[in-house]
């Protein structure tokens, strides 16, 4: 009887059990056909099955890709897309600035390398007294010069990546851009029509830049004319053979700065010497199944993580973005960015100050914010805590994937248009002015800070949709608004690649007047005008978002086409 009730006992565990397991076994199914689902309905293309390359043009999205085909890694692929760049868009970025690269290798593990420029020891005391209350093309004649120029830490850093996760020989990453910029090339489209603008002829004339981008009766460069860049291709060579111990202790760096001592600079050997890369784990923020990897502070991550987190706390669906529901959800990241704002002064280098900056992505602070969000209407500035403060625009960005699962996002800069339009005849280099970035941010600057950052080079990866994001922008303070709204679109409103960047974008300055690109909705303008929004028109949207989608093992690419940008891939 007694073996009877234990045997009977035993089958009811045994049943209790295997219940048990079935259940766990329907939900663990249950979940991997949610993900199932979710990745088979997303509408985006397979443009590629192995690798891709989004720069801010098909020349150097080429090179990058050429770079993959030949067994390089994705840092490999950046490198050499980088180098185009600053050829192709020199406006925008070169050997003269510096970069920051967020960078997922085969594990999964994100890490950050930053060259940002920082100050050199011989700074201006009153330099912050020269700022303008406002950064328009009308006043960047004042932050033109060499009194704004931070010691560029570029190439220190792409030599670091490559130490770290290159695979082909460093010099083959220069070979392209070494041959383009002696054989020259024919313009680029949007630099061709960049140069037609007159404040910006006006600019190049009035500088030493005419030695690069003008004819010899001094008309400057137009569409259908060749650039050359002899000067830089001898200085790309030197270190393409010497490595970057040649920029930072050797004949170019001599070059160098004998050149900008001689435009009253005061940018020193010493400065170039003790430059060190800065290397840190990413910080990471949830949104819902995507786990995001940023930069940290100074630079502009953890201001885009905090407006992406205050929007995902409000349920966002594709029917978030349809109907009248649509106009409160712009209501609602109107005023996100302007809660966005109001915490910009406190994103400061780490190293020279002591405040801990995470309190920025702690959910309890965030939900805080969000509830004072309303809907009915906007507040003044004090409502945000406002500081008001200078925009700035330039910048370039590469996303590169990699056929092995690794990826980059990178960003890259000499800060505003042309930099300080300080041209190095000796080594060809445009120099940045990148000290700007400290006007409206802080009331004093330390020798070796970096200053405060749009840049945001980001990588999202969702384990439950396999399915990654490398996204990041260009366009200074545009790049914060023009990144938070394509992941929204592409994440959360379920829009392809190409639609989540090509859509219109709503710029909100750092005095939190507000800005529709061409082409916005008319009605939606007239919304947000009912609801108090203060707006305005903008003469220059410099929004760029380059990025590159992976799904499963479907590669889709965009080169944002504001900036006649195309991707590659194979």
Known sequence: MAKSQSRRGCLCVLALLSAVAVICICIILASKQSCWFKTKQSN????????????????????????????GSAVDAAIAALLCTGLVNPQSMGLGGGAIFTIMDKTGKVKIISSRETVPKGVQ????????????????????????????????????????????????????????????????????????????????????????????NKTVFGPGDTLK??????TMETIAKEGATA????????????????????????????????ESDAWTVKLGEYEMYF??????????????????????????????????TLHRYLEAVKFANGQKNNIKDPLFNSRDMTYITDEKFIERIRALITDGHTHNASYYNITPSVDRFGTT???????????????????????????????????????????????????????????APAILHSVCQ?????????GGNFITTAMALSIMNHLWFEMNLSESIAAKIVFVDSNNNVFFEPGYN?????????????????????????????????????SDARKHGRSAGY
């Open 44 to 71: 985006q293309r397979c443009a590629f099955t192995h690798g891709a390359v989004a720069a801010d043009s098909l020349m150097c999205s080429d090179i990058g890709r050429d770079i993959l085909l030949q067994g």
């Open 125 to 216: 005391a009153d330099l912050l007294n020269k700022c303008p209350k406002s950064l328009t093309f009308d006043t960047a004649q004042q932050l033109l010069g060499s009194h704004w120029i931070g010691i560029p830490g570029e190439i220190l850093s792409y030599e670091r990546a490559h130490q770290l996760y290159g695979k082909l020989p460093w010099a083959k990453l220069f070979e392209p851009s070494i041959k383009l910029a002696r054989e020259g090339f024919c313009m680029p489209v949007y630099l061709g029509k960049f140069l037609q603008n007159e404040l910006i002829k006006r600019l190049i004339r009035g500088s030493e830049l005419c030695k690069l981008f003008c004819h010899e």
């Open 229 to 234: 860049y002899p000067q830089l291709a001898d």
């Open 247 to 278: 920029f930072y202790n050797g004949k170019i760096a001599e070059d160098l700065i004998q050149d900008i001592q001689a435009r009253n600079g005061i940018l020193s050997l010493e400065d170039l010497k003790t430059f060190q890369v800065r």
């Open 295 to 328: 930069p940290p502070p100074p630079a502009g991550g953890a201001i885009l993580s905090f407006i992406l987190k205050l929007m995902h706390g409000f349920g966002l669906s594709p029917a978030s973005n349809q109907g009248e529901q649509k106009n409160l």
């Open 397 to 455: 960005h590469v996303s590169v994937m990699a056929a092995d699962g690794t990826a980059v996002s990178v960003t890259s800069t000499i800060n505003t248009m042309f930099g300080s339009a300080v041209y190095s005849p000796k080594t060809g280099i445009i120099l940045n002015n990148e000290l700007v970035d400290f006007c409206g941010r802080a009331d004093s600057i330390t020798p070796g800070e970096q200053p405060p950052s749009s840049m």
């Open 466 to 474: 396999k399915k990654t994001l490398v996204i990041g922008g260009s």
């Open 522 to 558: 008319e009605s939606t303008i007239k919304a947000m005008k009912a609801l108090r929004h203060d707006v305005g028109n903008h003469l220059y949207f410099f929004n760029v978002v380059n990025a590159i989608s992976k799904e499963g093992e479907c590669f889709s690419a965009v």
